[in-house]
T-cell receptor, first 116, second 116 residues
Framework: DAGVIQSPRHEVTEMGQEVTLRCKPI?????LFWYRQTMMRGLELLIY????????DSGMPEDRFSAKMPNASFSTLKIQPSEPRDSAVYFC??????????????FGPGTRLTVL | GENVEQHPSTLSVQEGDSAVIKCTYS??????FPWYKQELGKRPQLIID?????GEKKDQRIAVTLNKTAKHFSLHITETQPEDSAVYFC???????????????FGTGTQLKVEL
């Protein structure tokens, strides 16, 4: 298995531009998570999906951020318009979840976003 | 919601010594407590986890203990080696969330440095 796949790995953009980050979870996993990591705020959960349905988006900073999961094998995180304070490493993770048991979250390699 | 506190934020030990990292959590319903290791520039990776039905779990040089009454859990690394140098994150789940949530709340991380 290739693991969680994220693209792009690095993104440099100018303030005001739209940014789209992509994630392909591990096949068979039914939960997908988007995290943001910065030195100041650590590892923050932005949003997560169970069976393609958004469950909790309370971590999404503001309306400039949106996420979709149109099918079980693909998700996007979009920032429009981007701002310098959005610069961070964005991780996607996936796991299996069923019944009353939580399982290991597998992280992708991350996308390092720099907004100038 | 769940709140996870982690201490210390930095830890420096001599090679061969033991290292202990402690976390507390707030949600009494939490029943899954993973620990992740993140090397510089890499993704977080699970190193060990524990569920609430056991008080201790060991895997070679690493062990985790859980005290549900006090709501705290700890990571113990024995015979530390330079390759143990990394940032370690604890986490706790939130099983009581509506929608079958398997959300993890992460601690702020501990930078472990193993010196020769």
């Amino acid at each position: 298995d290739a693991g969680v796949i994220q693209s792009p790995r690095h993104e440099v953009t100018e303030m005001g531009q739209e940014v789209t980050l992509r994630c392909k979870p591990i096949s068979g996993h039914n939960s997908l998570f988007w995290y943001r990591q910065t030195m100041m705020r650590g590892l923050e959960l932005l949003i997560y999906f169970n069976n393609n349905v958004p469950i909790d988006d309370s971590g999404m900073p503001e309306d400039r951020f949106s996420a979709k999961m149109p099918n079980a094998s693909f998700s996007t995180l979009k920032i429009q318009p981007s701002e310098p304070r959005d610069s961070a490493v964005y991780f996607c993770a996936s796991s299996t979840h069923g019944g009353n048991q939580d399982n290991e979250q597998f992280f992708g390699p991350g996308t390092r976003l720099t907004v100038l | 919601g769940e709140n996870v506190e982690q201490h210390p934020s930095t830890l420096s030990v001599q090679e061969g010594d033991s290292a202990v990292i402690k976390c507390t959590y707030s949600d009494s319903a939490s029943n899954y407590f993973p620990w992740y290791k993140q090397e510089l520039g890499k993704r977080p990776q699970l190193i060990i986890d524990i569920r609430s039905n056991v008080g201790e779990k060991k895997d070679q040089r690493i062990a985790v203990t859980l005290n549900k009454t006090a709501k705290h859990f700890s990571l113990h690394i024995t015979e530390t080696q330079p390759e143990d140098s990394a940032v370690y994150f604890c986490a706790a789940n939130s099983p009581g969330l509506t929608g079958g949530g398997n959300k993890l709340t992460f601690g702020t991380g501990t930078q472990l440095k193993v010196e020769l």
